[in-house]
């Protein structure tokens, strides 16, 4: 697991390197003053986290974090800031935390903790956990991970990924079977939705939900058979 870390200060860099170094596994990537040469850094070597100040020249923190949350890989945001002002924004672009400076040691320790378990219970959920699909007439190994939603269709299974559709020769009662548990849910008899993927909860009638994902423009329901079983997942 590395890290970038984004601010404009080079006391707050250091000690942010002295604590993680000091207190977690994460590697350090790189560490930059600059949100531009940042940008450019990311989109290359796409690190697993980055911590990130709002107060930046060029690119404040939180357009870079907008930026990045549209990445195909998902990055961890952690922002660390003087202003709380910007906690409502940093929700909206799924940051991990939102860190407060000047921060206490207890506090900086204590998200460093929460980040490896989030990476080491992300690589178990995926690792030995792919699946062969069949597209255009040919097999595709798939992480299971990656796949958005499925839909029935008939007595097949269509399989929906960020990037490409799959169809899988079986109902989506027995494709369900497949996948695992705690990523999954049967939202519709229809439909199975992968809640790790998820981006937006839209309310709709009748008190129920449509879900969607990132980089999908399909609206997915959640029927009101599933509705307070899907509730108690997502904490609403």
Request: with cysteine; aromatic share 12%; hydrophobic share 35%.
């Amino acid at each position: 697991m590395n890290c970038v870390i984004v601010d404009d200060e080079y006391p707050a860099r250091e000690e942010l390197k002295y604590f993680i170094n000091k207190f977690s596994n994460i590697k350090i990537q790189g560490e930059f003053e600059d949100s531009v040469e940042a940008l450019k850094s990311i989109e290359k070597h796409k690190p697993d986290i980055i911590l990130l100040d709002i107060n930046m020249p060029k690119i404040d923190g939180m357009e870079l974090g907008r930026i990045i949350n549209n990445f195909e890989k998902k990055i961890i945001i952690v922002f660390i800031t003087a202003y709380k002002e910007y906690a409502v924004d940093a929700f909206e672009v799924e940051a991990f935390d939102y860190i407060l400076k000047p921060y206490s040691e207890k506090r900086i320790v204590n998200t460093l903790k929460r980040l490896e378990k989030e990476f080491n219970e992300t690589i178990n959920r995926c690792i030995n956990n792919k699946i062969t699909l069949k597209k255009n007439n040919k097999l595709w190994v798939v992480d299971v991970c990656d796949i958005c939603y499925c839909e029935a269709s008939e007595r097949e299974t269509i399989i929906y990924t960020c990037k490409n559709t799959y169809v899988e020769n079986s109902s989506i009662s027995e494709f369900y079977k497949k996948l695992p548990k705690n990523n999954f849910f049967r939202s519709h008899r229809s439909y199975v939705i992968n809640l790790d993927k998820i981006t937006e909860i839209i309310p709709w009638f009748n008190n129920t939900y449509m879900v969607k994902f990132k980089e999908l423009d399909e609206e997915i329901p959640v029927s009101r058979n599933n509705i307070n079983d899907f509730k108690h997942l997502m904490g609403i």
